[in-house]
C-alpha cells in the first residue's frame, strides 16, 4: 500500500457547516474551483464534435497541438513545436503521475516548492519516490535528483518566480540531468506581475532539454469539468510521456480535444474571465487588509495568501462564524500555519457579500 496524506478538505468540513449556518448563506473562498459560465465559442465545438464513436488520439489531434503551439508563442512568447506537445486529462492528472511516467521511483527524491499544492507530494509517493520540500537547492548539496516541481504563479501564495531565479533552477538542474517539470496553470493570471515560462528563451536559452512546462485551461477557460490541459517541451520527455500513457490509456475524450482547440485559439473570452478575477480581486484585497489581515506575494493567480498572525485554523474560524470559507495554510505545507488562502473564484454576488461581511 502506497501511504497517502490524509485527504485535508475532510478537516475542513465543520468549519463549512459553520459557514453554511450564516443566516445570507456561505461564501465559499475555500477551492478555487470556477464558477463562471463555460465559453459559448467553446460549448458549441464540444457540442459539434459530440458524434466521436471512434478511439481518440493519445497524442491528440494535430489541430489541437497546433493550437497549444498557437497559444503559447501568441500569449506567452514560447517556441515549440507542435509534436512536443501532449494532451493531459486536466493538469493534476499529469501532477499525481509524472514521477512515474519518468520511471522515478523508491531511493530517489522529488524536489517540490516548500508551500505547494498537495499534488507534487502524493505524485511522488504514487511513484515509491521521496517528496522532498525545499525552495533552495543548495540544501540538496551533490545528491542528485530526477524530478524538480517548480509552481509560477504559486498556489497557494500567489508568488511569480523571476527569470532569473528559474534560469538558475534550469542551469542546476542540467548540471544534474535532473528534469525541470513547471506546472503553469495560473500563467495567464498576472496582477503586479507577470509570470514567465520555464520554456521561454529568457529562461531556456533557447533549448528545451530536460524541461516540460504544465498547462491548464481550467483556470483560463473555465474547463475544470473538462478536464484539459497539455504539456510541452523537451521532444524526447514527450516522446517517452506519450508512449507510456499510450499504452496506459491515458486519453483526452475527442470532444474535449475540439472543445480545447478552440479555447485556445480564442483570447477574447479569456481576457473577460481576467476582468471578472481583476475585480473580485480588488475589492476582496482592501475588505480582508481592513479587517486586520496582511496579505503576502499574491501579486498573480486565483489566490490572496493572508495573515493576522493567528494559528491559521484560529483565521478558519473566525471567517467561518462571517460565513466565509476559507483554506487553512497549513493544508499546503507547515510553513503555513499562521497563513490562510482565499480563493478569488466565488460570483460577484458572493464576493459582494464577503465584502460586506468584512466590514
Ligand atoms: C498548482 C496547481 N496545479 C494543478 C492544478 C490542477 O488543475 P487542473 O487539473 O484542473 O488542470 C491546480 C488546481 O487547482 C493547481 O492549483
Redesign the pocket.
Known sequence: MIALPDFPWDRLLPYQDLARAHSDGIVDLS???PVDPVPPVVRTALAEAADSPGYPLTYGTPRLREAAAGWLRRRHGVTVDPADILP?I????L?AWLPTLLGVGPGERVVLPEL??P?YDVGARIAGAEPYAADGLLALGPERVPLVWV?SP??PTGKVLPAEHLRKVVAWARERGAVVAS?E??IELGWEEQPISILHPDVCGGSQEGLLA?H????RSNL?GY???FVAGDSSLVKRLLEVRKHAGMIMPAPVQAAMAVALDDDRHAQEQRERYAWRRAVLRPALERAGWRIEHSTAG?YLWATNGTNCWDQVRALAEKGILVAPGDFYGDAGRSHIRVAITATDERVDAAVMRLQ
Not at 491548464?216 to 483556470?219: E, P
Open positions: 477551492v478555487g474551483t493531459i486536466g493538469s493534476k492528472e501532477v505547494a499544492y499534488t509552481n504559486s498556489n506546472d496553470c495560473y504544465v491548464s485551461l481550467s483556470k475544470a478536464r484539459a490541459g486565483l
